[in-house]
């Protein structure tokens, strides 16, 4: 075996937020010093490790010196630290108005995963009362969850919502997580929601690119120029979250916990394989892509 050096691109900044957000976590757990096998420093670098890179699990555990089950509850502790710190919609809608942003960007994407067993029962369309797998889309033909995510007028996300079975549609995920409501009542206060047509019913809170005609009337060229735009700033959200030209990929592990790997995927497009002339780009290639750390 040979080793050598390297080094992860991410602010120190970063690594030390990290490393006091888990040691503050260790504390209220009641872990005495000493008691670990990696630092709490140790540890964030551990973990992002994983998420800039997407190191496999038994690489980590090797240069760190652990067990692979170990390098397993290092990482599903981080992971949970760092979710307690974020911010709830409501903090996150109330921050926007305190800065005078005049709207932000409501937009869902489907993180896929590996399959799972669990089926339901359809309540609608053709098949209504036939048993379909609980986490598979039909829109995307895989399985995987659905979430919801705010994003600021340029594409940066904000907030994303708990994932749901990706048998669900965008806008039933915004109802059932009270996401519509509190757009709505951000709404009253001079804060609109944009989003795309997806969630044309969403309300007056939510303005989609499918609006009624009496209300387009009442638009100018620029406004509709505008809510175009809004509509399209919701995938650059979803590239952010995912990774630069990635397309997101979990594998379920056997509990309501999600591994994140990051893999980009170059295809044909529509077009090109409707036609019988074969396209001069190569038809598939693919590419590794690591998640973005700010």
């Known amino acids: ?25 260790r504390r209220a757990r009641g872990t005495r010093r000493g008691r670990r096998a990696l630092t709490p420093y140790r540890q964030a670098v551990l973990v992002l490790r994983w998420f800039r890179d997407a190191t496999p699990i038994h690489r980590l555990a090797t240069d760190h010196r652990i067990s692979v089950a170990t390098a397993y509850r290092y990482l599903h502790e981080a992971i949970t630290a760092l ?9 996150v809608l109330h921050e926007r108005r305190a800065t005078g942003d005049t709207h932000v960007i409501l937009d869902g994407t489907l993180i896929t995963c590996d399959r799972v067993a669990a089926t339901t029962i ?33 594409g940066f996300p904000l907030w994303v919502s708990p994932v749901l079975p ?5 806008l039933s995920a915004a109802r059932d997580l009270d996401i519509v409501g509190a757009l709505t009542a951000a ?23 499918r609006i009624g005609v009496v209300f387009a009337q009442r638009l100018d060229q620029r406004a509709m120029r505008f809510l175009g735009r809004g509509g399209r700033l919701g995938p650059r959200g979803r590239v952010q979250l995912a990774g630069k030209c990635s397309s997101s990929r979990t594998s379920w592990t056997g509990s309501p916990r999600w591994t994140w790997h990051s893999r980009c995927t170059t295809r044909r ?15 598939r290639s693919s590419c590794r892509s690591t998640v973005e750390i700010p």
């Open 83 to 91: 979710a307690a710190h974020a911010p709830d919609l409501h903090q």
């Open 1 to 25: 075996m040979i080793s050598y050096g390297a080094t992860l691109d991410v602010a120190r900044e970063l690594t030390l937020f990290v490393a006091r957000v888990l040691r503050t976590a």
């Open 269 to 283: 497009s529509t077009s090109a394989r409707r036609r019988s002339v074969r396209p001069r780009a190569p038809a």
């Open 166 to 170: 990706g048998s669900r549609n965008d």
């Open 122 to 154: 359809k309540t609608k369309g053709r098949n209504r009362g036939a048993t379909v797998h609980l986490w598979y889309s039909g829109k995307h033909r895989a399985f995987g969850g659905n979430i919801q995510f705010l994003a600021t007028p340029d």
């Open 187 to 209: 709404a009253g206060q001079g804060l609109t929601t944009l989003a795309d047509k997806a969630y044309h019913a969403a309300g007056i809170g939510v303005l989609g690119r």
